[in-house]
């Protein structure tokens, strides 16, 4: 079992920025993500990053302006959102994946993660 708690999510204007976190427990991680969900879309990832070597990977409608990051020490998963949009309004989700094989080939897809946080709602006003 994992066990995942996020924070951080808020409203903010166009062109600020917003730090989420993620607390974890549990179960070993092979890849840890960062979705989001805004309302009558599909989830989608925007983050990235294997437990391992650190490597991350991000879609190019958030390349540059989002950083992923972990805290090992802490168990603690990081969102660094900058120059936000009003498109990037959604549920964030935090999830983990336990899995190699989907990690390393599906990471992109929410169905590669078993475990899932709350969400926590980001606003974005123009």
């Known amino acids: 079992q994992v066990q995942l708690v996020e924070s951080g999510g808020g409203s903010v204007q166009a062109g600020g920025s917003l730090r989420l976190s993620c607390a974890a427990s549990?179960?070993?991680?092979?890849?840890m993500g960062w979705f989001r969900q805004a309302p009558g879309k599909e989830r989608e990832g925007v983050a990235v990053?294997?437990?391992?070597?650190?490597?991350?990977y991000y879609p190019d409608s958030v390349k540059g302006r989002f950083t992923i990051s972990q805290d090992n020490a802490k168990n603690t998963l990081f969102l660094q959102m900058n120059s936000l949009q009003p498109e990037d309004t959604a549920m964030y989700y935090c999830?983990?994946?336990?899995?190699?094989?989907?990690?390393?080939?599906?990471?992109?897809?929410?169905?590669?993660?078993?475990?899932w946080g709350q969400g926590t709602q980001v606003t974005v006003s123009s």
């Open positions: 549990g179960n070993t991680r092979y890849c």
């Open positions: 999830a983990a994946g336990t899995g190699p094989w989907d990690c390393y080939q599906r990471y992109g897809e929410p169905g590669a993660y078993n475990y």
């Open positions: 990053i294997y437990a391992g070597g650190g490597s991350t």
